[in-house]
């Protein structure tokens, strides 16, 4: 079964710095997709980045990047630039690339804190 | 594009009666429909897996007697509780997705369960 470790329950970072979230994986399977999903207080989720494994290069959305490291099976969020609005839980989540399996495996979160 | 609404937003229930709770997508088919439980301040959890005209796939450890998944037509899918009690109380999230591979999971709104 694939595991999916957030180890930073809490962070925070000045307004307009940048700051860095860690995520590690565990599985077994070569093709997958990893996800970074933002859950603010109102509670939905809104996805922020994915990655398909068999991509070398990390993707980047606007203020919003990866350090996907494959071997290491790790995946970090990068977060630029930070605004208030990027206060809230951030989830790691791991889905295998198989039809039929989509099911989200979630991190247990970091939650992520803006100082003015 | 691709909207999910759940419904209710929040329900009160007494202890031993069901609460159905509803998932939607407004603006595309979803041929597979998730059910999450969310307790305070921790992750996601999977509870079942559900494919339109069929049986939802339950995840180890959740009572399919007790949290009856119907996914009736391509745009609708039914959380019910049966005879709800304290335990029970939690955020639950579905999450819908198309029909192709790499179509990914929309999430709802949450609906947020309080058994008194």
């Known amino acids: 079964a694939q595991t999916v470790t957030q180890s930073q329950p809490e962070m925070s970072v000045q307004e307009a710095e940048t700051v860095t979230l860690s995520c590690t994986y565990d599985?077994?399977?070569?093709?997958?997709?990893l996800f970074w999903y933002k859950q603010p207080p109102s509670r939905q989720m809104i996805l922020v980045i994915r990655?398909?494994?068999?991509?070398?290069q990390n993707a980047t959305e606007n203020r919003f990047s990866v350090n996907f490291q494959k071997a290491a099976k790790s995946f970090s969020l990068k977060i630029s630039d930070s605004q208030l609005g990027d206060a809230a839980m951030y989830f790691c989540?791991?889905?295998?690339?198989?039809?039929?399996?989509?099911?989200?495996?979630f991190g247990t979160g970091t939650r992520l804190t803006i100082i003015p | 594009g691709a909207v999910v609404s759940q419904h209710p937003s929040w329900v009160i229930c007494k202890s031993g009666t069901s609460v159905k709770i509803e998932c939607r997508s407004l603006?595309?088919?979803?041929?597979?429909m998730f059910w999450y439980r969310q307790f305070p301040k921790q992750s996601l959890m999977l509870m079942a897996t559900?494919?339109?005209?069929?049986?939802?796939?339950?995840e180890q450890g959740v009572e399919k007697d007790k949290f009856l998944i119907n996914h009736a037509s391509l745009t609708l899918s039914t959380l019910t509780v049966t005879s709800a009690h304290p335990e029970d109380s939690s955020f639950y999230i579905c999450?819908?997705?198309?029909?192709?591979?790499?179509?990914?999971?929309?999430f709802g709104p949450g609906t947020r369960l309080t058994v008194l």
């Open positions: 559900s494919n339109e005209g069929s049986k939802a796939t339950y």
């Open positions: 999450s819908a997705r198309g029909s192709r591979r790499n179509n990914e999971q929309f």
């Open positions: 989540a791991y889905r295998s690339a198989g039809f039929g399996n989509e099911k989200l495996t």
């Open positions: 603006d595309f088919q979803a041929t597979t």
């Open positions: 599985t077994s399977e070569s093709d997958y997709y």
């Open positions: 990655q398909e494994a068999y991509k070398q």
